[in-house]
């Protein structure tokens, strides 16, 4: 099984706050067995998302 974690947030982009909930997911994925293939951050903005979205699908 294959996993990627997508954050979203410009407060991300920006470094304002660290990603805290990506390490934690990529930890638990590990330990389950599950490859984690990529980490993707986007900012707040509904175009960019679902263009992650889709190019994530399409991986």
């Known amino acids: ?6 954050s979203c947030g410009t407060e991300l982009l920006l470094g304002h706050i660290t ?3 990506a390490t934690y997911l990529a930890q638990s994925l ?4 599950i490859d984690l293939y990529f980490v993707s951050q986007v900012g707040d903005n ?5 263009e992650t979205l889709k190019r994530a699908w399409e991986r």
């Open 19 to 21: 990603d805290t909930n």
């Open 30 to 33: 590990s330990a389950l067995g």
């Open 1 to 6: 099984m294959r996993a990627e974690i997508l």
């Open 46 to 50: 509904q175009k960019r998302i679902v």
